[in-house]
T-cell receptor, first 115, second 115 residues
Framework: DAGVIQSPRHEVTEMGQEVTLRCKPI?????LFWYRQTMMRGLELLIY????????DSGMPEDRFSAKMPNASFSTLKIQPSEPRDSAVYFC?????????????FGDGTRLSIL | DQQVKQNSPSLSVQEGRISILNCDYT??????FLWYKKYPAEGPTFLIS?????DKNEDGRFTVFLNKSAKHLSLHIVPSQPGDSAVYFC??????????????FGQGTILTVHP
């Protein structure tokens, strides 16, 4: 069974450019989460979806960040315009319905560097 | 406001000895706790969890203890093996509302097990 798949694994781009990160959750999982990991703030939740609907986006840092989940097997996190302080590792995770006591399964992350 | 704290950034132990990783939390609404392990260039992987109705949960070499009155939990690894060397994250979940399924992570503790 394939795990959570994220692409690209690495992204280097210049400040001001649009960045799109992609995630394919585990089939059958109804919850999808986007996290950001930095040295300063650790692993922080940005937004999560249930059945493709955004439930809590309170962790999204600002309007430059947006996330979508057009169907059960695909989600994107977009940054436009990007800034150097957005440099971080971005993780996507998914879990089954009743995610309350179900562990989240993480992808291997996208390492983003904004120059 | 860091609701989940891992005050030890790193821990070094000898192979075969016990590793004890600690975690404190401040939010009294947290009632489900998890430990994740993370290797470099990979996403976190679920290790073990505990509900607040219990004070101990064991899975092979891994045991998690929960002290609700102290708002403290710990992960014991016995015996420690070099392959356990990784970053360990404590995470907590609160009941109700948009907190359903949402995890708050600690900053992580780097465990190094020496042969």
């Amino acid at each position: 069974d394939a795990g959570v798949i994220q692409s690209p694994r690495h992204e280097v781009t210049e400040m001001g450019q649009e960045v799109t990160l992609r995630c394919k959750p585990i089939s059958g999982h109804d919850y999808l989460f986007w996290y950001r990991q930095t040295m300063m703030r650790g692993l922080e939740l940005l937004i999560y979806f249930n059945n493709n609907v955004p439930i809590d986006d309170s962790g999204m840092p600002e309007d430059r960040f947006s996330a979508k989940m057009p169907n059960a097997s695909f989600s994107t996190l977009k940054i436009q315009p990007s800034e150097p302080r957005d440099s971080a590792v971005y993780f996507c995770a998914s879990s089954e319905q009743g995610a309350r006591n179900q562990p989240q399964h993480f992808g291997d992350g996208t390492r983003l560097s904004i120059l | 406001d860091q609701q989940v704290k891992q005050n030890s950034p790193s821990l070094s132990v000898q192979e075969g000895r016990i590793s004890i990783l600690n975690c404190d939390y401040t939010n009294s609404m947290f009632d489900y706790f998890l430990w994740y392990k993370k290797y470099p260039a990979e996403g976190p992987t679920f290790l073990i969890s505990i509900s607040s109705i219990k004070d101990k949960n064991e899975d092979g070499r891994f045991t998690v203890f929960l002290n609700k009155s102290a708002k403290h939990l710990s992960l014991h690894i016995v015996p420690s093996q070099p392959g356990d060397s990784a970053v360990y994250f404590c995470a907590a979940s609160a009941r109700g509302g948009t907190s359903y399924g949402k995890l708050t992570f600690g900053q992580g503790t780097i465990l190094t097990v020496h042969p």
